[in-house]
Structure formats: C-alpha cells, structure tokens
C-alpha cells in the first residue's frame, strides 16, 4: 500500500514565523503536489514537483516555496506565516504514468492554524 | 480559469437507494475526470477515473459517467450504505500538472 505521511496533524503558529510543513511518501513515486483545502474552494494546487529538485507553480504559489531534495520528501515553506494561509494542507504523490491517467495518493492533512 | 461546480448541499438518501452526485464544468473538456471519496480528517481517496473518450466506467457499485457535450460527470452509488456516508470530490486533468478539484458534495445515507 502507498503511504503519504505529514509531518504534523495539527499546527499552532504566529504571524511572521517561518513554517515548515513535510511531507514523505514510500512508493518511489516520481510527481509530488501540495494543495491547500478550505470550505467552500475545494483544493487548490500550490506547488507540483516531478522530480527531485524539479518544482512548478501550481495556481496559488504566492507566499509559498518548495523543497525537493530527496525522491521521497517534499517540503512545504511558508516564508513568513499570515492569517490567511490558516487552512488544511494536503500532500500529495503520484506515479509519472506514461498514459497521464496518474491516481494521486493522498496524505492525512495538516491543520494549520495561523494566530 | 476553469470552474467545477459540485452541489454544496449534502445530499440526504435512504439505505439501499442509488446515490448520484453531480459535477459540471466549464471551458474545455479534461483529457480525464476522477472521483475521490475523502472522510472527515483525512486525505482524499481514490474511486474511479474516466477517460474523455468514455462514456462509463463502473466498479463495483459505483459508476461514473461522462459526457463532454453537457460538461457533466455524473457519479452514482447503487445499493447505498450509511458507510458510504463521505464527502465525494471530482477531480479533472488537463495536462501535465494541471488537476483542478471541485469542493465536494457531502453524502449522508440514513439507516
């Protein structure tokens, strides 16, 4: 079975700290994604990486970056957290198929709270 | 930008009936469509996926249909059980890295 784990389930931070949000999964899976989901909007993609230190803007990249060092570990960074990014984060991963028809694999979310 | 529209209201049904959730979109047709079932607190799941060219896909008791002329995928559960209660997100791929997903239609089925 395919494990997506988060670092974190739930998240406290205040406004202007630096936030890091991991994300690691065990399937040798090639694409990783983190999506942000708040009621109302569905999820919305921030960042996608198909490869190990390859990152792209998804539709909502302001106010985030990426890391991909490692196959298995995609990082979410809020350089400097504000109220509006308080929303649950979703990661990601998926198998880069040659027929495009790539099931994503989903982690549990992380809640993030930003005071 | 494309927009998904799934029903925000839950969609309330007895034990037994067929479920059918709704997803519409516009502008143009994904190359593919998915279904993701997702509980409180947890991750989306994958359910079905239904390529542009098709029509219908089924597993199990669910089915999914397609059809890109009404811009419309319609996702039923036949035989439904309180353990289907979930809230049911469409998903569609564009190309590369471009998967847009609607909000979700919350299902309750009622014993």
């Known amino acids: 079975d395919v494990k997506v784990t988060q670092s974190s389930r739930y998240l406290v931070k205040r406004t202007g700290e630096k936030v890091f949000l991991e994300c690691v999964q065990d399937?040798?899976?090639?694409?990783m994604f983190w999506y942000r989901q708040d009621p109302g909007l569905g999820l919305r993609l921030i960042y996608f990486?198909?490869?190990?230190?390859?990152?792209e803007k998804g539709d909502i990249p302001e106010g985030y970056s990426v890391s991909r060092e490692k196959k298995e570990r995609f990082s979410l960074i809020l350089e400097s957290a504000s109220t509006n990014q308080t929303s649950m984060y979703l990661c990601a991963s998926s198998l880069r198929s040659g027929s495009g028809a790539d099931t994503q694999y989903f982690g549990p979310g992380t809640r993030l709270t930003v005071l | 930008s494309q927009k998904i529209e799934q029903n925000s209201e839950a969609l309330n049904i007895q034990e037994g009936k067929t479920a059918t959730l709704t997803c519409n979109y516009t502008?143009?047709?994904?190359?593919?469509l998915q279904w993701y079932r997702q509980d409180p607190g947890r991750g989306p799941v994958f359910l079905l996926l239904i390529r542009e060219n098709e029509k219908e896909k089924r597993k199990e008791r669910l089915k999914v249909t397609f059809d890109t002329t009404l811009k419309q995928s319609l996702f039923h559960i036949t035989a439904s059980q309180p353990a289907d209660s979930a809230t049911y997100l469409c998903a569609l791929r564009y190309n590369f890295n471009k998967f847009y997903f609607g909000s979700g239609t919350k299902l309750n089925v009622k014993p």
């Open positions: 990486s198909y490869d190990v230190k390859m990152k």
């Open positions: 399937m040798d899976h090639e694409n």
């Open positions: 502008n143009y047709s994904p190359a593919y």
